[in-house]
C-alpha cells in the first residue's frame, strides 16, 4: 500500500465515484470542447448551487482558474490587492503577472486573512497615469492558512468593492472545505456576499483534475471562451471534467469529502495539542494544521508521513487532511510524533 501523505490535500488519489463517472462518461463519441450534454449538465449543477444568471468555464488547474478568473476583471494597468500569503503571489511561478501583465499588490495578512480596513491606504493615485489602478481584491476562502473569512467579512468586502468601483474575486481552491466549515451555501456566503468571480475548486477534494471560474457578473465573461483558450485551459475532452463535476454534485459528495477532512484536522489538531513542545501555530478551522514541533523531530517525522516546511525561519510546517485521510493514519502520526518529541525532550536535557 502507497504510503499516506499529510502534504497536501493533491496528494490523494480520485474518490471511487468520481473515478466511476469518468468511467460511465468513457463510452461513444461526443462532441469536443464543452458543447456535450456532460458539460451542460455540470452547468446547470453551478446554476443550482448558485443561481441561473452566472456563467461557469471549467479548466484543468486552480492556477488558470485564478489567471482566466483575474484576467476577465483586469486591463494591464490596472492592479490586483491580494494578501501576502495569497497562492496568487507565492505559488504560481508570477502566472499572473505574466499572463497578466497586471501588477499584484500584497497586502499584510495574519493568519492568511485581510481585512477590508487595510485597502484604503492602497487605493492611491487611482485616475493619475503614473499609478497602477487597483481593480480586484482577491481573497482565498479557505486561505492558505486553513483560517475562514466569516460571511460578514466577505459582504463586508463585497460592500467596499461596490462602493469604490472594484472587483471581488475568491480563490476557491479549496471552497468545500470553507463551505462545510461555515455550515452555510456558498450562495449565501460569496454571492450574496457580493463577490464578483471565483475560482471552484475540484482537484483538492476527490476529483482527478478540474476547476471551474464561476461569474455571478455575466458581463465579465464576454470574452472568457477565448481567453480560456488562449491561456490553454480549454480541455477539448472537456466531458471528462463535467461528468466529474456532476459526480462531486451528487448526493452532497463535495460537502462529504470536506466533512470528512475537515473533521480529521479537528482530530489530528486535538491529538497534537496532548504533546509536550508542539505548538500548533495558526486556528484550524478547514482541513490545514500549521504547527511548530522541538527541533529536529519534523524533520524525521516527515520522512515516514511526508510533510512540507511552510516556513523555515521558524521551522512551521503544514499538515493537511485530505477526503481519504483515515484515522488510523492520524493515530500512527501522534503515535511517532510523541515519541519523537520525548526522545528529543530527554536529549535536551542531556
Ligand atoms: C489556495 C490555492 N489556490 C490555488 C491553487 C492552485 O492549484 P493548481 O494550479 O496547482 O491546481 C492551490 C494549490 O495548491 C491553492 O492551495
Redesign the pocket.
Known amino acids: 500500500m502507497n504510503k499516506k501523505f499529510f502534504a ?1 490535500d ?1 496528494c490523494s488519489g480520485i474518490h471511487p465515484k468520481i473515478m466511476e463517472a469518468l468511467i460511465e462518461a468513457n463510452s461513444g463519441h461526443v462532441k469536443g470542447y464543452g458543447y456535450d450534454h456532460y458539460t451542460e449538465t455540470a452547468e446547470q449543477d453551478f446554476k443550482r448551487l448558485f443561481g441561473d444568471d452566472i456563467e461557469v468555464f471549467f479548466v484543468y ?4 482558474a ?1 489567471v482566466l478568473g483575474l484576467q476577465a476583471c483586469l486591463h494591464p494597468f490596472e492592479a490586483v490587492i491580494c494578501s501576502d500569503m495569497a ?1 496568487i503571489h507565492t ?2 511561478t508570477g502566472a499572473p503577472e505574466r499572463n497578466l501583465m497586471s501588477k499584484l499588490i500584497p497586502i499584510a495578512s495574519k493568519n492568511g486573512k485581510f481585512s477590508v480596513d487595510q485597502v484604503p491606504e492602497l487605493l492611491v493615485g487611482r485616475g493619475v497615469e503614473h499609478h497602477v489602478q487597483p481593480k480586484v481584491i482577491s481573497i ?1 476562502q479557505s486561505t ?1 492558512y486553513g483560517t475562514l473569512y466569516q460571511p460578514e467579512e466577505i459582504k463586508a468586502f463585497g460592500d467596499f468593492c461596490k462602493k469604490e468601483n472594484l472587483y471581488l474575486h475568491v ?1 476557491g ?2 471552497i468545500s472545505n470553507a463551505t462545510v466549515a461555515l455550515g452555510i451555501s456558498p450562495r449565501e456566503f460569496i454571492r450574496e456576499a457580493g463577490v464578483d468571480v471565483m ?1 471552484f ?1 475540484g ?2 477534494n476527490g476529483m482527478m483534475m478540474g ?1 471551474a471560474v464561476v461569474f455571478f457578473k455575466p458581463e465579465l465573461a464576454k470574452y472568457m471562451k477565448y481567453q480560456r483558450k488562449q491561456s490553454m485551459q480549454l480541455f477539448s475532452k472537456m466531458r471528462f471534467i463535467s461528468a466529474q463535476f456532476s459526480a462531486f454534485f451528487k448526493d452532497d459528495l463535495w460537502l462529504q469529502l470536506a466533512t470528512h477532512s475537515n473533521r480529521l484536522a479537528q482530530e489530528l489538531s486535538k491529538a497534537l495539542h496532548t504533546i509536550e513542545g508542539v505548538r500548533i501555530t495558526k486556528p484550524v478551522e478547514a482541513n490545514a494544521i500549521f504547527a511548530i514541533f522541538p527541533e529536529g523531530v519534523s524533520e524525521q517525522l516527515a520522512e515516514e508521513f511526508p510533510f512540507y516546511v511552510w516556513n523555515e525561519a521558524l521551522n512551521e510546517v503544514r499538515l493537511m487532511c485530505s477526503w481519504d485521510t483515515e484515522k488510523s493514519e492520524i493515530d500512527l502520526f501522534i503515535e511517532r510524533a510523541k515519541s519523537l518529541c520525548e526522545a528529543a525532550e530527554k536529549f535536551r536535557q542531556g
Open positions: 497536501s493533491n488547474s486552480g492556477t488558470g485564478n497562492h505559488d504560481e482565498t492558505e480563490d481552491a479549496r475560482s475548486g482537484t483538492k476547476e
